[in-house]
């Protein structure tokens, strides 16, 4: 079972560290999606994209060790639930919620939500699932994951598909 846990560890960080490295590079895009979803100011916006960005980091490395691996995982749960609250709270509207690479402004479908829903069940699994001897598959278990995530997260955020209709 180590294999399942550091998979989902590993895959964990690297959306953690996503989002976190997301909230660096477009400060005011970010911000301007953290206040939006917390009904705030942009000034306040500000501050929620930053402390959200450093607890992410912070979250995603604890996820890398076997001994910090549960507090990584409560506070990454803490924070995807949060997020999911958010994105229900805001649905229908129509803004950048901050979720694909790509400034989207359309309404939270249930794709965002459900995401960070299951983004935060499995970091419960990888809390509960025993650590590994640090072999290399889990590795590439998980950028496999991420790969897939991203890609579904990015044709979740096309506006109106045609194979939506179909």
């Known amino acids: 079972m180590s294999f399942a846990g550091d998979s989902i560890a590993l895959f964990l960080a690297l959306v953690l560290l996503s989002a976190a490295a997301h909230k660096a590079f477009q400060p005011e895009r970010m911000?301007?999606?953290?206040?939006?979803?917390?009904?705030?100011?942009?000034?306040?916006g500000k501050a929620l994209a930053?402390?959200?960005?450093?607890t992410e980091f912070l979250a995603a490395i604890a996820l890398l060790?076997?001994?910090t691996r549960p507090a990584g995982a409560?506070?990454?749960?803490g924070l995807w639930l949060v997020y999911a609250v958010l994105l229900v709270r805001r649905r229908g509207e129509a803004f950048d919620c901050g979720c694909t690479f790509g400034a989207h402004a359309a309404?939270?479908?249930?794709?965002?939500?459900?995401?960070?829903?299951l983004f935060a069940g499995l970091a419960v699994a990888a809390a509960l699932l025993p650590a590994g001897a640090g072999?290399?598959?889990?590795?590439f278990a998980a950028l496999a994951l991420f790969s897939l995530q991203s890609a579904a997260g990015e044709l979740a955020a096309i506006p109106d598909p045609h194979w939506r209709h179909a």
Do not use: K, M, N, Q
């Open 31 to 44: 911000a301007g999606a953290a206040a939006r979803l917390a009904g705030t100011g942009t000034g306040f």
């Open 65 to 67: 060790f076997a001994a």
């Open 107 to 117: 309404a939270p479908r249930v794709f965002a939500p459900a995401r960070a829903i």
């Open 50 to 54: 930053a402390t959200a960005g450093a």
């Open 135 to 139: 072999s290399p598959e889990p590795l």
């Open 74 to 77: 409560a506070i990454a749960a």
